[in-house]
């Protein structure tokens, strides 16, 4: 087991995971568990603990930047090990020119190329005051586990007067006030409410005001004169800064196969896999063969004992020993055909051997049911020859088919007989399961639709039309006496003779009393 630990151990790489190797628990197992726990957690059904599922980083990653010349402007680890995925991250850059990004393993891993991949951001130019631009990148791991640059912008500050935004927005006021205003003197007309009074006492006040405001309006322009007028010409509108989003494209060159790689890549798997399944072939028919071998070397001891000659018997066993060590010296490697063949020619004799056995099993079986379908219409015959009325509507024809069948097959039947009880258990049957069973399928096909034919249905006389119908309201309106004079008198009906005692009419038994 320490051995075995050893080499696995060496072969997975345990200095790379910093893991032991398990061994109570195999990655079937593992796969079956961890997918019965998922079902439970989002079936209805089942109420579980609470788990967090996270999958995390192997390695760490670190992405580096270059100058236009080409240096190394900086580095960074984004994402460190054993940090949780899908994750992403929002780098910001200065740049005047296109950014080239550099992605790879902080840590060498085997069997891995260090370099993921390349990323070039662009088109990125320098500021309006020369400056550099300000560069946001977002850097994601997603589910898979693969780095991606997700996406990139340009954030740009520019300046928007205060006052187009201002008189934007009191148009909108204004806008909203006057359909407020048009809603309310709707909603009054319908009401009916008159106040005339009020607003005319508004107005005039407004009116006031607004006169008094241009009198003074005039007296400051008066007194500040032509002063005034240039400084407001000179005043500068106020402004606002305001942030704009200018989308990048993200180049990507990832170190991988070119097309022509990839195509030979997928050839040279599919190959792979065909050989696989032909390994799988060649064995599997070689362990078909090693499986008979063992099976049968069982049996002939045991259940397939007599039903072969003790010669032949030996002949067969040398005959399988011969196969077993065939099988582990020249047929260690032998092709798929090869093996086979060497099985067909086993099973000529052990087939013959099997078919003894299987039909003395069932061959008992088969002649009892042959033999109830010819009892049960013998007695269906013995019923028709006692008038039985049941079977009073069978046609002389059909009885006498019945009668003709029942001999012909009872015939087959005794020398069915005769051949079972001569057959001899190391011998081939004389006659097989399946014979005896189309026997009595023909014979039943004959004999059973004229015995379950169904009696004719007898229809009742039909009603004669002339004569009306008597209801029971005509029933008992009709007099119990006829008041017809001359209507015939009733004739008494004869009373019974009472029945002779059998005591006084047979002179033996006066005899004997």
């Given at each position: 087991?320490?051995?075995?630990?050893?080499?696995?151990?060496?072969?997975?790489?345990?200095?790379?995971?910093?893991?032991?190797?398990?061994?109570?628990?195999?990655?079937?197992?593992?796969?079956?568990?961890?997918?019965?726990?998922q079902?439970?957690?989002?079936?209805?059904a089942?109420?579980?603990?609470?788990?967090?599922?996270?999958?995390?980083?192997?390695?760490?990653?670190?992405?580096?930047?270059?100058?236009?010349?080409?240096?190394?402007?900086?580095?960074?680890?984004?994402?460190?090990?054993?940090?949780?995925?899908?994750?992403?991250?929002?780098?910001?850059?200065?740049?005047?020119?296109?950014?080239?990004?550099?992605?790879?393993?902080?840590?060498?891993?085997?069997?891995?190329?260090?370099?993921?991949?390349?990323?070039?951001?662009?088109?990125?130019?320098?500021?309006?005051?020369?400056?550099?631009?300000?560069?946001?990148?977002?850097?994601?791991?997603?589910?898979?586990?693969?780095?991606?640059?997700?996406?990139?912008?340009?954030?740009?500050?520019?300046?928007?007067?205060?006052?187009?935004?201002?008189?934007?927005?009191?148009?909108?006021?204004?806008?909203?006030?006057?359909?407020?205003?048009?809603?309310?003197?709707?909603?009054?007309?319908?009401?009916?409410?008159?106040e005339?009074?009020?607003?005319?006492?508004?107005?005039?006040?407004?009116?006031?005001?607004?006169?008094?405001?241009?009198?003074s309006?005039?007296?400051?322009?008066?007194?500040?004169?032509?002063?005034?007028?240039?400084?407001e010409?000179?005043?500068?509108?106020?402004?606002?800064?305001?942030?704009?989003?200018?989308?990048?494209?993200?180049?990507?060159?990832?170190?991988?196969?070119?097309?022509?790689?990839?195509?030979?890549?997928?050839?040279?798997?599919?190959?792979?896999?065909?050989?696989?399944?032909?390994?799988?072939?060649?064995?599997?028919?070689?362990?078909?063969?090693?499986?008979?071998?063992?099976?049968?070397?069982?049996?002939?001891?045991?259940?397939?004992?007599?039903?072969?000659?003790?010669?032949?018997?030996?002949?067969?066993?040398?005959?399988?020993?011969?196969?077993?060590?065939?099988?582990?010296?020249?047929?260690e490697?032998?092709?798929?055909?090869?093996?086979?063949?060497?099985?067909?020619?086993?099973?000529?004799?052990?087939?013959?051997?099997?078919?003894?056995?299987?039909?003395?099993?069932?061959?008992?079986?088969?002649?009892?049911?042959?033999?109830?379908?010819?009892?049960?219409?013998?007695?269906?015959?013995?019923?028709?020859?006692?008038?039985?009325?049941?079977?009073?509507?069978?046609?002389?024809?059909?009885?006498?088919?019945?009668?003709?069948?029942?001999?012909?097959?009872?015939?087959?039947?005794?020398?069915?007989?005769?051949?079972?009880?001569?057959q001899?258990l190391?011998?081939?049957?004389?006659?097989?399961?399946?014979?005896?069973?189309?026997?009595?399928?023909?014979?039943?096909?004959?004999?059973?639709?004229?015995?379950?034919?169904?009696?004719?249905?007898?229809?009742?006389?039909?009603?004669?039309?002339?004569?009306?119908?008597?209801?029971?309201?005509?029933?008992?309106?009709?007099?119990?006496?006829?008041?017809?004079?001359?209507?015939?008198?009733?004739?008494?009906?004869?009373?019974?003779?009472?029945?002779?005692?059998?005591?006084?009419?047979?002179p033996?038994?006066?005899?004997l009393?």
């Open positions: 087991k320490q051995w075995y630990q050893r080499r696995v151990a060496i072969t997975a790489g345990e200095e790379v995971l910093h893991k032991t190797c398990s061994t109570t628990l195999n990655a079937d197992e593992a796969a079956a568990r961890g997918c019965a726990l079902c439970a957690i989002l079936s209805p089942f109420k579980v603990r609470d788990f967090a599922i996270n999958d995390i980083v192997q390695s760490g990653i670190k992405l580096v930047w270059y100058n236009p010349d080409g240096t190394v402007g900086g580095d960074m680890e984004v994402f460190a090990k054993g940090h949780v995925f899908p994750f992403s991250k929002m780098l910001t850059f200065y740049r005047k020119e296109n950014l080239i990004l550099e992605a790879s393993y902080s840590t060498p891993v085997q069997h891995t190329q260090t370099v993921i991949g390349r990323f070039e951001v662009g088109p990125i130019k320098p500021a309006e005051d020369g400056s550099s631009t300000k560069v946001k990148v977002k850097v994601k791991v997603d589910i898979h586990g693969i780095l991606t640059v997700e996406s990139a912008h340009t954030v740009t500050k520019i300046q928007v007067p205060i006052e187009e935004e201002k008189k934007e927005e009191k148009k909108e006021v204004k806008k909203a006030e006057k359909k407020e205003g048009d809603k309310m003197e709707t909603e009054e007309a319908e009401n009916g409410v008159k005339e009074s009020k607003p005319n006492e508004n107005e005039a006040d407004l009116k006031a005001e607004k006169i008094e405001k241009a009198d309006d005039d007296k400051m322009k008066v007194e500040n004169g032509s002063d005034d007028i240039i400084s010409d000179k005043k500068k509108p106020k402004t606002k800064t305001k942030t704009v989003q200018n989308p990048l494209e993200v180049t990507i060159s990832k170190k991988g196969f070119t097309a022509k790689e990839l195509q030979e890549a997928v050839e040279r798997e599919n190959a792979m896999i065909s050989t696989d399944k032909l390994i799988k072939d060649r064995l599997m028919a070689k362990n078909a063969v090693e499986e008979y071998v063992y099976e049968m070397r069982d049996k002939l001891y045991s259940k397939l004992e007599n039903f072969i000659s003790e010669s032949d018997k030996d002949v067969y066993l040398a005959e399988l020993s011969k196969t077993e060590n065939w099988l582990y010296d020249e047929g490697n032998c092709q798929k055909q090869v093996y086979i063949d060497k099985l067909a020619e086993l099973r000529k004799v052990g087939d013959r051997i099997m078919t003894r056995y299987t039909e003395n099993e069932g061959r008992q079986g088969a002649l009892n049911l042959l033999g109830t379908s010819l009892v049960h219409v013998r007695k269906v015959l013995d019923l028709i020859r006692n008038k039985d009325e049941k079977y009073d509507h069978l046609s002389e024809e059909d009885i006498k088919t019945l009668a003709e069948k029942d001999a012909e097959f009872q015939g087959v039947f005794n020398d069915f007989c005769n051949k079972a009880t001569s001899k190391d011998e081939d049957p004389l006659i097989t399961v399946a014979q005896i069973n189309l026997k009595r399928k023909e014979f039943e096909d004959k004999c059973y639709p004229i015995v379950n034919k169904p009696k004719p249905k007898v229809e009742p006389p039909p009603v004669p039309a002339d004569e009306p119908k008597v209801t029971k309201e005509e029933e008992k309106d009709t007099p119990m006496e006829s008041t017809d004079a001359n209507a015939t008198p009733e004739q008494p009906q004869e009373q019974p003779a009472p029945a002779a005692d059998p005591a006084a009419a047979d033996t038994s006066m005899e009393d």
